[in-house]
C-alpha cells in the first residue's frame, strides 16, 4: 500500500508559478511510474506530466516547456514546477503512482489560475 498526500495548490495569477509536491507513505525507488493528473468538471482527467523510475520524463502538449516534474528518491516525493500558469491551467491536481501494475491516487489539491 502506498499513500500519496498532495501540497502546493492553491491561487495564483495568470503568468505566476506553483511548486507542487506529492509525498509518498513508502520508498519511491522501486515504483515504476509516477506522474501529476488534472481534471476539472468538464474535462476528463488528463495526464498532465510523468517521470519514471529511470527519470524519463513525459508531458502534456499544452504544458511542455511551462511545467516541470521531478523526483526526489531521498525524500520519497515528486513535484511539479508550474511555470507562466494559465487560466485554463485551473484544475484539481492529483498525483498518482504505478508500483507493480497497482495504481495509487492522491487526494489532489486545487490549483485556481485568476486571469
Known amino acids: 500500500q502506498v499513500q500519496l498526500a498532495e501540497s502546493g495548490g492553491g491561487l495564483v495569477q495568470a503568468g505566476g508559478s506553483l511548486r507542487l509536491s506529492c509525498a509518498a507513505s513508502a520508498s519511491i525507488f522501486s515504483i515504476n511510474y509516477m506522474g501529476w493528473y488534472r481534471q476539472t468538471p468538464e474535462k476528463q482527467r488528463e495526464l498532465v506530466a510523468g517521470?519514471?523510475?529511470?527519470?524519463?520524463?513525459n508531458y502534456a502538449a499544452s504544458v511542455q516547456g511551462r511545467f516541470t516534474i521531478s523526483r526526489d528518491n531521498a525524500k520519497n516525493t515528486i513535484y511539479l514546477q508550474m511555470n507562466r500558469l494559465k487560466p485554463q491551467d485551473t484544475a484539481g491536481y492529483s498525483c498518482?503512482?504505478?508500483?507493480?501494475?497497482?495504481?495509487?491516487w492522491g487526494k489532489g489539491t486545487l490549483v485556481p489560475v485568476s486571469p
Open positions: 517521470v519514471s523510475s529511470g527519470g524519463n520524463t
Open positions: 498518482a503512482a504505478n508500483r507493480q501494475g497497482t495504481l495509487y
